[in-house]
Each structure stands twice: as C-alpha cells, then as structure tokens.
C-alpha cells in the first residue's frame, strides 16, 4: 500500500506509514501505537463472541511492518497489551525474538499488566512512562510529557469523519498533529476510533484504501 507522507517536525524528519505507524528515519526507528494484544483472548474468555482470527490478522499486519521497514528500534508507544497475561503475550515473544536485529522498547500505557520474561527474550525492554529521542518526547498518554515538548503519542487512537452524500460517512484511522503534540493511530483492529477536538490550527491525515492523505484544509504546513 502507499504512498506515505514525508515531512519535517521540530527538527526532525518523520514518515507516517499506511500501516499505522511512524518511520524516523534519521534514528532508523519505528514507532507504533496500541496494538492491545490479549483483548480478543480477554473479551472472549468472558463471554463476548469476539472473532478468534482478529488477533491472528494484527501479528501477521505487524510481521508485514517489520519486514518491509527492518530497523535498528521498534517503540510500542503503550498499550501493547490488553490485561494479563495469556497465549497472545507467547506469540508476540515469538515473533520479536525472529527479529534479532531489531531492539524493541514498550513505553507503558494503562492497559500494560505483565511483566517481560527476562529469560525468553534478549532484545525486548520496557522503558520510563516518557523517553527522549532526538528532538523528539515519546510517550503513551499526551499527559506524560512535559510542557513544551514536542510529543509523539498513542492512547487516544484518533479517527477521522469524512462525509459524502446522501448523509453518507465513513471512519478513518489518522494521525493528528496540533502544535507540539502528534497522537498516532491504533494499530490494533479491535480498538475503535475516537474523533478527536480538531482545532483551527490541527492537521489531519487520514489511512484510506490507497495510503495515507492530508486531509484538505488539514494539511500539515499550510
């Protein structure tokens, strides 16, 4: 799928993916945001008839991301997980550990509960609530930088409206960019989408069938 979208913020070269994540380039990093593994095994063991294959579809999305993008660090910018501990947390190490090359960071959000294994996985660690990257803060929750920062965010997993005819609609992942504060978008399919406040100032770029796209009016720059 393509294209992607290429621009400069705060002194740093950033590419938002379709795939729902970010490339820093100039880091060789990748960032990604609540992939909340666990919550099909979660929702099912307690009753609600969740497709058993959702999961299954998310890990391979992410192997797919890893491979086309190989790189030196993968940030989880939080909720990685969904509640405890269960078969998805087995496979996630699983698919980590093939990918030697690569160091992974878990920025914890509110739905992270388990603890890393230390004895399963070599290149996997869990990092302080917000880290510094470049010029760059990386966190879960926009409220975990610190004023004036420049933060790249998951938590919030933005969508965006867009209206057609005959009061037609239909709902996009997007990113949003609104002065010093950029909120990624899930990359879980069973998230769900939240509209964020759109101020007069905030750019918007949505995930559609062809790639990733300003939307008009929201492009970032302008």
């Known amino acids: 799928m393509s294209p992607s979208i290429s621009f400069e913020w705060n002194q740093e070269k950033l590419v938002l993916l379709p795939e729902k994540a970010v490339w820093l380039p100039e880091h060789d990093a990748l960032l990604i945001a609540d992939l909340h593994f666990g919550k099909t095994a ?21 192997q797919a991301l890893l491979k086309s993008h190989p790189c030196k660090r993968v940030y989880f910018l939080g909720d990685l997980f969904h509640s405890e501990e269960n078969h998805e947390w087995d496979t996630l190490l699983d698919v980590l550990a093939s990918f030697q090359k690569t160091s992974f960071f878990l920025i914890p959000g509110n739905h992270d509960l388990v603890s890393i294994p230390k004895n399963r996985i070599s290149n996997f660690l869990c990092t302080a609530p917000s880290i510094k990257l470049g010029h ?20 919030i997993h933005p969508g965006y409206r867009l209206q057609g005819k005959a009061r037609q609609s239909i709902m996009l992942p997007a990113f949003y960019i609104h002065e010093r504060l950029l909120l990624l978008p899930a990359f879980g399919a069973l998230t769900g989408l939240v509209s964020p406040h759109i101020s007069k100032g905030s750019s918007v770029a949505i995930i559609g069938p062809t790639g990733v796209h300003w939307v008009p009016g929201r492009k970032f720059g302008t």
């Open 42 to 62: 979660h929702f099912r063991k307690n009753g609600l008839a969740f497709p058993a294959n959702s999961a299954a579809q998310d890990f391979h999305l992410l």
């Open 136 to 155: 760059l803060t990386l966190a879960h929750d926009p409220q975990d930088s610190n004023k004036g920062d420049y933060t790249i965010c998951g938590h």
